[in-house]
């Protein structure tokens, strides 16, 4: 019999099915992957032939193919073994190594998830219910200027915001929902576009759920958190549906009690055609609010004014809410075409109250603001992947288009009083911006060489309405930028792979800045080359490592209380990173993540040309149990480096070394949990600035760090209850 193409499904027990399982047939060497619908179509096979099956995490399976009939397979799940992973059958690495990091050690809260991408920092300096600051690869990316952020393939990260460009607050996320983090360095992705210079991730949810469940937490500073996950369908063929309810609430640490919560309500529902078709509905709405102590300045902790954990204004704080509605199809087209489209509506709100500088530009009234926006985001994504067979070079084809239009009311920067006094306007108007883009990859599959050119495109809409000035008027810009991408892989062996990555990336600046600046400087460009690899040299140990270069046109440094983004000039940064996954025994995994980078200004002279807050040197590193005699956890510790705090280096950003430790024990339904953040209570700062201040009481202006001190030793108990 003539060799053909055969098609199949691979699923779990549960009847779901399988992404980027491997189908490799033994006697013609053919191989394919499964989709997100978990369908596979594998070529140069017949009757006869033997399918060898497999997926980290699930028993690998061998099936003789009897008929020219779909083909469904179930795949049972098991305890995840590295020394069963392949690197050459895998398609995306370290995307597979994040989903044995989500597995071995789960996420427990919000901050959690963004710790999951290796190498990326976060702090917090406003209490809980404000965006948290990012580091990744020598960038202080503050909340997302430099890191494109999604869930669901739906933005997370907020164009001209009040507060700041790309504001990503991922507060709406439980993270119990999370299945998987696909993220990736550097801008060298056609589908992705602003924002993507340092890096992108998007977090998917679950598409069901194994069981329903409780859950409820308590420790200190009067923390509380409760979750509930229940399944709607049970053991409803082609159908899931589920939903999720998160409320927490704590005062933290410090002498004025943050008086923060949040309440957090998640839906999901999924329906799987006949012809192997997804259309997925998940719905949202997220709301918080919170008081904060702010940034303190050192000298006052100094001279014992005031602790640490005190306040010189601590009248700040705010209320910020989202809810999402988001609708997406995976289409299967013919054998080798198939359709992802999604599109999202979102309703934002936010409101937040600081004071930078006390009483530097205020000596009466004092210098806090208060920067409010309500927004409406609507938008789509598409992608074709269509594959086609030149002999037998491989030919994966891929191409789409986007839009995202944000509406933007009285977006806002005002001088207040105590929170509730209205001193003066600063800005004040609407916005309306809007970025549709069109992308293009081919991916040429030569065996063990791989080459991906891709090229996208972007054109924006930028539209501002100054409601402060006396007579109406519409200013407006447009911008277009082009982004070429070049990847290529190249398998040395089953288990390593060598990669070279290359393209330019960008993100976009404010709309009132643009308009400000008469449409210069709107789009600056990122330059971006990484050379790495991903090698197995042993059966349970994964090394991933990169050399990488990136040029930026421009930085923009936000400047928070003058409501302005100030250009800084050209920069480039260089480094490295080096990733660790080993697996000591059945139950016992080790990792590591470590990052050095060099950051400089390009314009400025030696000795004055540091980027403030960019750090030099991260580490990540824990130790974790899996399901060992009912037992799972770990103990992770976090390293920052000294940093410059401005741009001669002569203010320095401490570092500090946390450790956090969890604990859980599984009896029959239910599981008793510990954790302890900052088990070593140490003394560290989350976020640190350079800032020139004035206190009431002081003549002179003072340039210092200004902090937020890090949480002290936290302990906190959980019991969960699943049904």
């Not at 990316?141 to 991922?170: C, E, F, K, R």
């Not at 140490?682 to 902090?707: C, D, Y």
Request: aromatic share 12%.
């Amino acid at each position: 019999m003539s060799a053909q193409s055969i098609k199949g499904l691979v699923i779990n027990s549960y009847s779901q099915p399988l992404e980027s399982a491997y189908v490799f047939n033994q006697n013609s060497s053919a191989h394919a992957h499964t989709s997100e619908i978990g369908v596979f179509v594998i070529s140069n096979s017949k009757i006869g032939d033997t399918l060898r099956v497999g997926l980290l995490g699930y028993e690998t399976l061998e099936i003789v193919i009897k008929s020219n009939d779909n083909q469904t397979i179930v795949l049972k799940e098991k305890a995840f073994e590295l020394d069963e992973l392949v690197i050459q059958e895998e398609l995306n690495t370290v995307s597979t190594v994040s989903r044995l990091d989500l597995n071995v050690s789960p996420v427990n809260s919000s901050q959690d998830i963004l710790r999951k991408v290796p190498g990326l920092f976060i702090g917090q300096h406003a209490g809980g219910g404000k965006a948290e600051q990012i580091f990744l690869r020598g960038f202080d990316i503050d909340h997302g200027t430099d890191i494109s952020i999604s869930v669901d393939d739906m933005p997370v990260n907020m164009v001209s915001h009040a507060h700041g460009q790309g504001y990503s607050d991922l507060h709406f996320v439980i993270p119990e929902t999370i299945n998987n983090i696909d993220f990736g360095k550097g801008g060298y992705y056609a589908n992705k576009g602003d924002f993507n210079t340092a890096g992108y991730v998007n977090f998917k949810t679950k598409d069901y759920l194994k069981e329903s469940s409780v859950s409820f937490s308590a420790g200190q500073f009067n923390t509380l958190r409760t979750v509930g996950l229940f399944d709607l369908l049970q053991n409803k063929k082609n159908q899931n549906a589920y939903i999720a309810l998160e409320y927490i609430e704590t005062d933290g640490p410090f002498e004025s009690p943050q008086n923060f919560n949040r309440i957090n309500l998640f839906g999901k529902y999924v329906l799987r055609t006949p012809n192997n078709s997804k259309i997925t509905l998940t719905s949202s709405h997220f709301t918080s609010r919170w008081d904060a102590s702010g940034q303190i300045p050192n000298r006052e902790v100094i001279n014992g004014n005031i602790s640490r954990f005190g306040a010189i204004d601590d009248t700040e704080g705010g209320t910020t809410e989202r809810t999402n509605f988001n609708v997406a199809l995976n289409k299967y087209l013919d054998d080798n075409t198939t359709l992802k489209a999604n599109t999202f509506y979102s309703h934002y709100a936010f409101e937040l109250y600081s004071n930078f500088t006390f009483f530097l530009e205020d000596p009466i009234n004092g210098d806090q603001i208060r920067q409010k926006e309500n927004r409406n985001i609507f938008g789509l994504n598409t992608s074709i992947n269509h594959r086609k067979y030149f002999g037998e070079t491989e030919l994966n084809l891929k191409a789409g288009i986007g839009l995202r239009h944000d509406d933007v009311d009285d977006i806002e920067l005002s001088k207040t009083r105590n929170r509730t006094e209205t001193l003066q306007n600063i800005q004040f108007g609407d916005i309306n911006q809007t970025n549709a883009n069109a992308f293009v990859s081919a991916e040429f599959d030569f065996g063990d060489l791989s080459i991906v050119p891709a090229l996208r495109l972007d054109y924006f809409k930028f539209l501002y309405n100054d409601n402060l000035q006396q007579h109406f008027e519409t200013q407006s810009e447009t911008k277009t930028i082009l982004s070429p991408k070049l990847n290529i892989y190249y398998n040395a062996n089953s288990n390593l792979q060598l990669y070279s990555k290359s393209g330019i990336g960008f993100h976009s600046n404010d709309t009132r800045v643009v308009i400000a600046n008469n449409g210069k400087e709107i789009l600056p460009k990122s330059y971006g080359t990484d050379l790495g690899l991903v090698w197995k040299p042993i059966p349970k140990l994964v090394i991933n490592s990169a050399l990488w270069y990136l040029f930026l046109e421009q930085e923009f440094v936000y400047v928070g209380d003058a409501g302005i983004v100030e250009p800084s000039g050209e920069t480039e940064r260089l480094g490295g990173d080096f990733g660790i996954r080993y697996q000591l025994n059945d139950y016992l995994f080790f990792d590591t993540d470590a990052t050095y980078t060099k950051a400089r200004s390009i314009d400025a002279p030696n000795g004055q040309n540091f980027i403030p807050l960019a750090p030099d040197f991260t580490l990540t590193t824990g130790l974790s149990i899996d399901n060992y005699h009912g037992f799972s956890g770990g103990l992770r510790l976090r390293y920052l480096d000294d940093r410059p705090a401005n741009e001669d280096n002569s203010i320095v950003a401490k570092g500090y070394t946390v450790a956090d430790f969890n604990i859980n024990y599984k009896w029959n339904a239910i599981t008793l949990g510990l954790s302890i953040e900052n088990l070593f209570d140490v003394e560290w700062n989350e976020t640190q600035f350079a800032t020139v201040s004035r206190l009431q009481n002081e003549i002179q202006s003072i340039e210092e760090i200004h902090f937020t001190p890090g949480t002290p030793f936290f302990i906190k108990g959980q019991i969960t209850y699943n049904f």
